[in-house]
């Protein structure tokens, strides 16, 4: 009777196997699963973070009676900044451009001063996209004191104002992609 306990107390070969053959088809099931449920997470984050920052720079341009730019891909892709306007939207000075506004080198975050007479103040810091995603569609938005938002136009000034349908801007990662819609009343909506 001794014997017969001990034989029947433990895991066969057979068992062991089993468990490590389901085990191991559930991983190769879950793993491809758990990989797409990150990038959906990265991606939803990502298009959160560009959108409360579209919010602030709306929010700054009217509260301080000052328009505002969100630059994207700059000063390298997946890179984007919150800037002051130098200058008027009818004549922005010829240091408000993408190479010297993105960097903080020029214009650091926060700035040297406060001074409403030396020119910007309101600058953000440098923000970055989560590595992987990317921007599939940006272009520069400008927001004016009455909340307006405007878009560049290629040399125009002052920038024309977003088309009634909006502007749509999509943060991207493999084959996920969250959009926002920015309309021309400055309204911004994740998609």
Do not use: H
């Not at 970055?128 to 272009?139: A, E, H, I, W």
Request: glycine residues 8%.
């Amino acid at each position: 009777m001794g014997q017969t306990l001990r034989r029947n107390a433990g895991f066969t070969l057979m068992d062991l196997t089993i468990t490590v053959a389901v085990f191991a088809t559930a991983s190769a099931v879950a793993i491809p699963m758990v990989g797409q449920a990150i990038d959906n997470m990265r991606v939803r984050m990502a298009a959160r973070d560009v959108e409360r920052e579209l919010q602030a720079a709306r929010l700054k341009a009217v509260s301080s009676n000052r328009p505002m730019r969100v630059r994207f891909n700059c000063p390298s892709a997946g890179q984007y900044r919150t800037v002051e306007l130098i200058g008027t939207p009818s004549v922005p000075d010829t240091l408000d451009n993408d190479v010297l506004r993105c960097g903080e080198n020029a214009f650091p975050y926060p700035a040297r001063d406060d001074d409403p007479l030396t020119r910007p103040n309101l600058d953000g810091p440098l923000r970055r996209l989560p590595v992987g995603v990317s921007f599939s569609s940006v272009q520069t938005i400008e927001f004016w004191p009455n909340g307006t938002a405007r878009i560049s136009s290629g040399g125009t000034t002052p920038w024309p104002k977003i088309q009634v349908q909006g502007l749509a801007l999509s943060v991207v990662k493999g084959s996920t992609t969250r959009s926002m819609m920015v309309t021309g009343l400055g309204r911004i909506k994740l998609q």
